[in-house]
């Protein structure tokens, strides 16, 4: 993004784009836990955007790690819940919808994860040294969040050692050895990434929204 303030503390509408997470998720589930997990150095400049914005949906606030890895496995080793669900979700998609929020939930119940994802709608062609090649885009899927688990499945499967391809939870899940449940995400799911995300988020919001 190329500025100096953190992607989820950046405006769309006037507000911060991690308040919109928050209200998403606290409507879907009256009684859902929040946990937002921050690098350690932002934590007070979200504090003062709770005030500056009236921000009163109640969360709990962890410091991060080096990696998104290492930041999820903070949060999972806060809970001492024995049993239950948690949705892992990036902070930078706004848009995601009550439904699929619910979606997760009520699928993970059934197989213990849900991992949302959405088609792709370019070709695709794999690059190497010598040549490249094309790659049947119809085998290949866009991944989103939230994904949601079995409480003590993602707990253990956060037990293991680091390695870069964790790029996700999913696939920390899968190299523990665990099938992953892919369900249909939502397009409007998108993640902001880029200075023109911000633009595109502003129009979608006026469309979604008015």
Request: aromatic share 8%; glycine share 2%; charged share 25%.
């Amino acid at each position: 993004m190329k500025k100096s303030t953190p992607k989820q503390f950046l405006l769309v509408n006037k507000k911060p784009i991690l308040l919109y997470s928050l209200q998403k998720f606290s409507t879907a589930y009256k009684n859902i836990k929040l946990i937002v997990v921050l690098p350690k150095e932002h934590i007070n400049v979200w504090k003062q955007l709770c005030d500056n914005y009236s921000i009163n949906i109640k969360h709990t606030i962890i410091s991060g790690g080096k990696t998104r890895f290492h930041s999820v496995k903070n949060a999972l080793d806060s809970l001492e819940n024995k049993k239950g669900l948690i949705a892992i979700h990036d902070a930078v998609r706004p848009f995601l919808s009550n439904s699929l929020i619910k979606k997760t939930f009520v699928e993970s119940r059934k197989k213990s994860c849900a991992v949302p994802v959405v088609n792709l709608d370019s070709s695709i062609r794999k690059v190497s040294k010598s040549k490249n090649i094309n790659i049947e885009r119809s085998t290949l899927k866009l991944v989103q969040t939230p994904q949601c688990f079995d409480l003590p499945l993602i707990k253990k499967a956060y037990k293991q050692k680091y390695i870069p391809s964790f790029t996700d939870d999913a696939t920390v899940l899968e190299k523990s050895g665990c099938n992953i449940n892919l369900i249909k995400g939502e397009e409007n799911n998108f993640k902001i990434t880029y200075p023109h995300d911000i633009e595109r988020a502003e129009s979608l919001y006026k469309i979604l929204y008015g």
